[in-house]
């Protein structure tokens, strides 16, 4: 089992930045793909940023691509998000996820762990 627990949300204004941070616990992250989604207010989980175990491939949503970088610390067993230029559409909840193979994915299905998420909130 991996449990993996988010932070770092809160208010910003819009053209500020956040760094989230994942840490797990249970089990090393080293070898898994992670990845970052978010949910809006009224609307379906969407992908937004994941890279494989290797960190070789890395796929972001062109909505953030440019402001956003994922990375991960294996020492630390810790993934990051760090969002700069943020605008109010970036405003969700944001989780990050753990798929057992490897294989980085952009579909939600594909990963077997999920953190509870955290708030991103910006405002105009």
């Known amino acids: 089992q991996v449990q993996l627990v988010e932070s770092g949300g809160g208010l910003v204004q819009a053209g500020g930045s956040l760094r989230l941070s994942c840490a797990a616990s249970?089990?090393?992250?080293?070898?898994?793909?992670m990845g970052w989604f978010r949910q809006a207010p009224g609307k379906e989980r969407e992908f937004v940023a994941a890279?494989?175990?290797?960190?070789?491939?890395?796929y972001y949503a062109d909505s953030v691509k440019g402001r956003f970088t994922i990375s991960r610390d294996n020492a630390k067993n810790t993934v990051y998000l760090q969002m700069n230029s943020l605008t109010p559409a970036d405003t969700a909840v944001y989780y990050c996820?753990?798929?057992?193979?490897?294989?980085?994915?952009?579909?939600?299905?594909?990963?077997?762990?999920w953190g509870q998420g955290t708030q991103v909130t910006v405002s105009s």
């Open positions: 996820a753990a798929e057992l193979h490897g294989s980085v994915s952009t579909k939600e299905d594909d990963y077997n762990y």
């Open positions: 249970g089990r090393t992250l080293i070898t898994y793909a």
């Open positions: 890279f494989s175990w290797s960190g070789h491939t890395t």
